[in-house]
């Protein structure tokens, strides 16, 4: 491929089990790109789904690249893969059960192709389960997960706070890039050389938490983030797994593992988690949520106070399987 038939954009989409999720967002890739007047090619790793996800995809996609993985390699390892394939000067990660609006592109565009020292930007995504939080904030620790659960950011305007503007940071109306400690990869843009630094995600996890992972090798090696909420995006939460997951809630006590704390120290964290999720379902009964977010928020704190109590009491972790 000349420099001149390099496409400016690849778009990098991981499958599993989303034969109904896929087509809808390549069609927003496709929109936001001819939007930005930026030429595109699509990249999408199937992870052995059994739905027929990617014979769909081969046949109504055909100019799509697809590749078939044996077996479910997990979320990292298979963007991975698709960031060894990728020639876009840019590379716009996509969750199946993310959609880009149609003018999203050109403002992340704009701030990273500005700032030589951006690692990747983010759009401000909005969608069910985000109840004005952003999909991005500073890394997890005890102080960013209380500005975040408990509510403590509400009080502090703008970006100040350091940790205590939340492991998610407040959504605002004002559209000025605000900088983060990491992006949701449910919907970013990443500098290839940047991604390619830190050797991409961390193939050991399998899912959940690798975006946050990700942020803090970047940030490790000098590079920054930002989110850019002029652009926009939604995330149908639970688009993609089961409604009521906890996994995300392991992946913050495998992060704060990994980062050496001490088991007190994770115990208090899930401690937190725990009480602003059952915070939130209460809330939730009376502000008129509805019952699928009054039923999350509940699976949540059950889990993570459980995983305190265990810690706490038992001085053990979660059982691993």
Do not use: C, K
């Not at 952003?134 to 659960?149: I, K, N, T, V």
């Not at 593992?257 to 988690?273: D, K, Y």
């Amino acid at each position: 491929m000349t420099e001149a038939e390099r496409p400016e954009l690849t778009g990098i989409l991981v499958s599993y089990e989303s034969r109904e999720l896929v087509p809808g967002a390549i069609a927003s890739l496709r929109v936001a790109a001819a939007t930005a007047g930026r030429t595109l090619e699509i990249l999408v790793v199937d992870n052995a789904s059994r739905d027929g996800t990617a014979d769909a995809l081969e046949a109504g996609f055909p100019d799509v690249r697809l590749v078939r993985n044996a077996t479910n390699e997990g979320f990292g390892r298979a963007n991975n893969a698709a960031f060894d394939l990728a020639g876009g000067r840019w590379w716009v990660l996509l969750n199946p059960d993310a959609r880009l609006a149609a003018d999203a592109l050109a403002p992340l565009l704009e701030h990273l192709e500005a700032d030589p020292g951006l690692a990747a930007v983010g759009p401000s995504i909005g969608g069910a389960g985000t109840e004005g939080a952003e999909s991005a904030g500073m890394l997890p620790s005890l102080r960013s997960l209380a500005g975040h659960f408990l509510l403590l950011n509400r009080a502090l305007g703008g970006d100040r706070g350091g940790p205590w503007r939340g492991m998610q940071i407040r959504h605002r109306a004002d559209a000025r890039p605000r900088p983060v400690e990491w992006l949701s990869a449910a919907a970013m843009i990443a500098r290839p050389e940047a991604i390619r630094a830190v050797d991409g995600f961390d193939a050991s996890i399998f899912m959940y938490g690798e975006d946050m992972e990700l942020g803090w090798a970047l940030i490790e090696r000098g590079w920054r983030l930002a989110i850019v909420p002029a652009a926009r995006a939604d995330h149908q939460i639970g688009g993609s797994q089961h409604p009521t997951s906890t996994r995300w809630i392991d992946g913050i006590e495998d992060f704060l593992e990994r980062r050496g704390r001490s088991r007190p120290a994770v115990a208090l964290a899930l401690a937190i988690i725990g009480l602003g999720l059952a915070i939130r379902a209460v809330a939730g009964a009376a502000t008129g949520a509805t019952a699928a977010h009054r039923a999350r928020m509940r699976a949540g704190a059950a889990h993570a106070l459980g995983g305190a109590a265990r810690r706490a009491f038992r001085g053990r972790g979660r059982r691993r399987p």
